[in-house]
């Protein structure tokens, strides 16, 4: 999947690695990406299950830590940081979180350190099709589709479900609350 959005966006040369739920296998291979390679993206491996050692191996491989997590949804155990001059983005393992931290975090970094641009602002205020009811603890970027100068919320909004994106255009920024926005308001939209 992140391999297909980076060749969406142009960026031919990607490696994949392949990591085994072991430590050992997880610090080599990351080790291995940050010696090959400028950004490392990692895809899971980050919460505190028994089998997730990457934020271990980041560590004992002396990568400075940005930040890690983020008060949003989906994305929220988002880490970023750098070894020396090099990016590592650990997105979530959730597929649908992993896709929308790819668009909103990872794809302006790429923008930037390659030169494609260089105020990276992918977000425009759009026209809400309909009214939409926000009930949330943290900020949402919610997958969406433009038609017609019109934004529309799509139905299947959850972390781990990648089907709304195969119609997305789109991630409709909403902050944390309970509050109802009316057709017709203006919203920030990431366009995909």
């Known amino acids: 999947m992140l391999q297909s959005a980076l060749y969406d966006a142009f960026y031919s040369e990607v490696n994949v690695y392949a990591v085994n739920d072991d430590f050992e296998n997880t610090k080599n291979e990351l080790e291995k990406a940050l010696s090959a390679n400028d950004i490392v993206l990692v895809s899971g491996g980050m919460s505190v299950g028994d089998y997730d050692f990457v934020a271990q191996a980041l560590k004992e491989l002396e ?13 929220k ?23 929308s ?9 790429l923008s930037i350190l390659s030169g494609k641009a260089v105020n990276y602002n992918q977000a425009r205020l759009v026209a809400l099709a309909h009214n939409y009811v926000v009930n949330n603890s943290r900020a949402q970027f919610l997958k969406a589709s433009m038609v017609n100068d019109e ?3 799509l139905s299947h909004q959850a972390s781990s479900m990648l089907n709304s994106f195969s119609t997305a255009n789109g991630l409709l920024f ?3 609350g309970n509050y109802e926005l009316k057709k017709g308001v203006k919203v920030p939209v990431y366009f995909l």
């Not at 997105?91 to 896709?99: M, V």
């Not at 931290?101 to 970094?109: A, G, N, S």
Request: net charge positive; with cysteine; aromatic share 14%.
């Open 63 to 75: 990568v400075e830590t940005l930040f890690y997590k983020v008060n949003q949804k989906p994305g």
């Open 101 to 109: 931290c790819f668009y909103v975090y990872v794809l302006p970094t």
């Open 151 to 153: 934004v529309r919320v």
């Open 77 to 99: 155990p988002l880490f970023v940081g750098k070894q020396k001059e090099k990016m590592v983005f650990a997105l979530p393992g959730n597929p649908a979180a992993c896709l």
């Open 174 to 176: 909403v902050e944390a």
